[in-house]
């Protein structure tokens, strides 16, 4: 039986776009019933492909750069302008209504994951916001007779991704710091272990981000993301690379265990326990959302640190002399050295 806390972005239910400029799969409330506060689509641009100027009504958008160059303009409330390229490894981030466009400047296919703080994101496009208005409208607008519009087809749909006549226009300005922009792969990971890292991009390293955050997390074959739960936000991780297994609980006491490959979306909601590992031969690399501009955790190794072994053996059912010697952990540490063999692996 399939999991409710998974769902392929690749797959065939998830398409919004297809051509040869292009593609855009996304997962929402519709098709992926456990979202709440979070979604995401993968956007795919061929060389010299745009993915039009448009915005979001009702989320912030958090997008990661999975390969090629791409140049993102934005017009934020407030007549701030913005022009940056982003490459494999960085991220942008675009506020609730600010305009933007994304357009592959590169010579290879650009692909990126885009998040959104929202289950159902709600989009308008400039090509139809410039259809939704009369030819005189536009020409007061900008100063112009309206027959000076009468020639362009104009309707309200949204193409979402089209071609630009001759080469792509980069300022030089293009390449210099960006509030916007993070490079979150150039960061020194602020928590790196010998069998795994995680490279944060928080309000804590990226001031600009206010509803949501990211974190690139990598774990090799004898790591193991230790079970946990985070008191105040949700959790949806897209599978980059690896085969990993996950199990959550539900408040009901079932328990979820499934498989993961390239390519997969989960989500956790808030407070709901799981953990992560590695179940191929080579490591796993994780993009994980947050709802949160800052998310925390709480782990199983410190919650057992919390209390005494009197309440310990109590809980557990068992009496002091069986109950295992549980290491002091005032600090959790996210991520934990598997010393012990792979439970046995279930399709």
Known sequence: MASKHVRSLVGAGSVQHDSELGSIHRLTKETFPMLERLSIKRLELAPGAIREPHWHANADELTYCLSGTVLVSTLDTGD??????????????VLSGAIHHIENVGDEPAVLIVAFSHESPEDFSMHAAFGAMSDAVLGNTYDLPASAFAAIPRD??????????GEAVIPVAARYPDPHRFDVEGQTPPLSY????????????WPALRQMSMYSLRVEEDGMREPHWHPETAEMGYVDKGAARMSVMDPDGSVDTYLLQPGDVYFIPRAYPHQIE??????????????QPTPGDIGYRATASAFSRRVLAA??????????????????????K?????DPVEA
Do not use: C, W
């Open 278 to 291: 590695v179940v191929g031969d080579e490591e796993i690399h994780f993009l994980i959302f947050f709802d």
């Open 338 to 342: 598997r010393g012990n063999p792979v």
């Open 156 to 165: 309200t749909s949204a193409p979402d991704i089209v071609r630009g006549a």
């Open 194 to 205: 010998e069998y795994g890292s995680a490279k944060l991009a928080r309000e804590q390293f």
């Open 80 to 93: 701030v302008f913005g022009t940056f390229t982003v490459e494999a490894g960085q991220m942008f981030h």
């Open 315 to 336: 809980t557990l059912g068992t009496d002091d002399t069986t109950l295992p010697e549980f290491p002091l952990t005032p600090v959790d540490p996210l991520m934990v």
